[in-house]
């Protein structure tokens, strides 16, 4: 096992025991909306099946979706599709595709929380919108380009590749 795989290791068994001591009496009902031309590249090495594991930990994950562009190759929808995510592909903006959606789950009754993994300062009034109605937010962000003010916006951030796990809570 290389080093990396071992700091890599290390560092989700780390974010999982935080959000295992996060989770209450019962499961939280969890959606997550992930913004694919945003987080899916290369040069982060996100990896789906670790995002669930991680969410998983903090509840039950009763929505998965990753929202990608008219651009999106076969591979890579299928690589989404086998890791348990429903690829939804749009010919406009990602990010307003995503943000409907994310407001479609804000006044859904039975979820409990709102998972988003993305960048992007945008989404911030969505994460606001949540919290008014009563959701728990996460947000799951990759640096550089992490915004801050997005990450000061949701109850529990996560960046995904420093090498400590670091984790800010904006509510208790």
């Known amino acids: 096992m290389s080093i990396r795989k071992k700091l890599s290791f290390s560092k989700i068994q780390r ?17 997550v909306l992930v913004d694919g031309p945003n987080m899916l590249r290369k040069e982060f090495n996100i990896n789906l099946s670790e995002i669930r594991e991680i969410l998983e930990e903090y509840g039950d994950i009763k929505v998965a979706k990753v929202f990608l562009n008219q651009y999106a190759g076969e591979k890579l929808v299928e690589a989404i599709e086998n890791q348990g995510f429903e690829p939804i592909i749009t010919s406009g903006d990602v990010d307003v ?10 006044y859904n009754e039975s979820l409990d929380a709102i998972a988003l993994v993305t960048r992007d300062a945008d989404f911030k009034a969505v994460l606001k919108k949540a919290m008014e109605m ?39």
């Open 134 to 172: 009563g959701k728990e937010t996460i947000i799951i962000g990759a640096e550089p380009g992490f915004s801050t003010a997005l990450k000061n916006s949701a109850d529990i951030a996560i960046v995904l590749n420093e090498e400590d796990f670091v984790e800010e809570q904006v509510k208790t």
């Open 15 to 31: 974010i999982k025991s935080y959000l295992s001591a996060k989770k209450a009496s019962s499961r939280k009902k969890v959606g």
């Open 97 to 106: 595709r995503m943000a409907v959606e994310a407001m479609e789950m804000i």
